[in-house]
């Protein structure tokens, strides 16, 4: 079982202009990268407890199994290195119609404390217009401890005490949206 998301969901859902050139899938079991017909595919396994969130999609006439929006930001939040990188999470943040409280619920079954913390952040840096029940709502979940905004990127950065997260790169609402 798999379904189709991260960059290749967040450009389905026009939460971004990258267009992506591989498609990435979700999947439980461990498959190596495939090209078919010119067409790169890179699967993410993910464990039983982060394989939720998805839905069935008609596309040209195939039913195929997608994340649906809300999973897809919890995702996003989770390894943004396979969404194109932060800026494009914080991208999708700022303009997804999404239910919050489900995305919340979503995170809150994936156990990652992180996904919290770049939430919070995002949220507030891109001014999204969101109510202070959804902030104070994330806000209880916080954990102890630093997470990186960017996972993959360098270990060093300056310290962000109300997410408890680490700006470990180059960010600002302005360079996001330039």
Known sequence: TCYIGYLSMLHHYSWTEQIP???TIASLTSIKRKKIHETTYE??????????????MNIRGHPIMVSDPEKTIADA???PEYCGGID?????????KVDWLKVISYADK?????VFKRMGFLLEKMNTPISIEIINEIKKRITKGYA????????SGTYNT???????????KERVLA
């Not at 990186?148 to 270990?155: D, F, S």
Request: charged share 20%.
């Open 43 to 56: 699967f993410i396994t993910l464990s039983k407890k982060m394989f939720f969130g998805f839905k069935e």
């Open 21 to 23: 050139s591989t498609i």
């Open 77 to 79: 939040l989770d390894h």
């Open 162 to 172: 109300r997410w408890n997260i680490r700006i470990n790169i180059e960010f600002s």
């Open 88 to 96: 494009e999470v914080a991208k999708a943040i700022l303009v997804a």
């Open 110 to 114: 994936m156990g990652n404390g992180a």
């Open 148 to 155: 990186p905004l960017y996972p993959t990127a360098n270990t």
